[in-house]
Structures are given as C-alpha cells and as structure tokens.
C-alpha cells in the first residue's frame, strides 16, 4: 500500500492485524508449571483515530506506518492474512537455518575425533600457553 493509497482511509475505518499467540499452562501452588502451553491466530481489530500523511495513528494511539517493508496493520483481512502468512515463512525459514546448524554441530561433536584432530587442538592448546607465558613476562618487564 503506497501513501497516495490513504486518500481512501477515513477516521474509524477498522484495520487488520493477524498474530499467533502462546499462552502459559498456568503454574501450580507451589509454583511449578501445571499443563502444557497453547496456542491461537488471532485477528486483531484496530480502529483508526487519525490519518495523516503518510501514517494513520489508532484510537489507542499506536502510529502505523504506511507503505513500508514492514507494516504493522492493513486496510483489509486479505493483506493482512497474506502479510501474517510472510512473517510466518520468514520465521519458518530462520528457524529450519537454525535447526540445521545444530544438526550440524550435534554430528561434528558426536563423530570420533582421529588423530590429527587430536594433535591439532593440543597444537593450539600449546600456543595459547607460550602466547599467555609472553604476556605475563612483558607485564613483569612493565612493572
């Protein structure tokens, strides 16, 4: 939605915002948790309070942006849904990137290390001690 679009929007106009939602199991009296999580799509319902120019601003006074990459309300469930569905194949995508390194590290440390794995961490081991030996005896020389 381009600024030139807002001609259109008028004071009370409801926009759409769609959101998914995590609630708490709720904890017990000794302050454990106490069942398991859910979860909700929400369609939230923003009435508009004001129009400017290149912005509207709600009747709880949140300013939105218009025509931005990252738009947090819309003038129809339509754009609203298609921006939730976007958001969520980012975050799907992030998320997959993330699974993946973790894979990837779990088979690294669970592999067995040969030899020259071996020798190559005691190599670097051996150069941190000389590295930390020199820099104690030029503190010493300092002082």
């Known amino acids: 939605m381009s600024p030139t679009q807002l001609e ?20 017990n009296e000794f302050g454990t948790p106490d069942g398991p999580w859910s979860s909700a799509v929400v369609v939230l319902f923003i009435r508009i309070g004001m129009v400017h ?46 699974i993946r390194h973790i894979e990837k590290c779990l088979r690294t440390i669970s592999r067995r290390p040969d030899s020259a794995d071996v020798e190559l961490a005691q190599a670097e081991g051996r150069l941190q001690l000389e590295v930390r030996e020199r820099i104690s005896e030029v503190l010493e020389r300092a002082d």
């Open 8 to 27: 259109g929007v008028s004071v009370g106009d409801v926009w759409y915002r769609v959101e998914d939602r995590r609630y708490a199991g709720g904890v």
């Open 53 to 98: 120019q290149k912005s509207v601003r709600s009747d709880d006074g949140r300013l939105m942006r218009v025509g931005v990459k990252r738009q947090w309300a819309w003038p129809t469930y339509e754009l609203a849904r298609a921006d939730f569905l976007r958001r969520k194949a980012a975050q799907k995508s992030i998320l997959s990137a993330r």
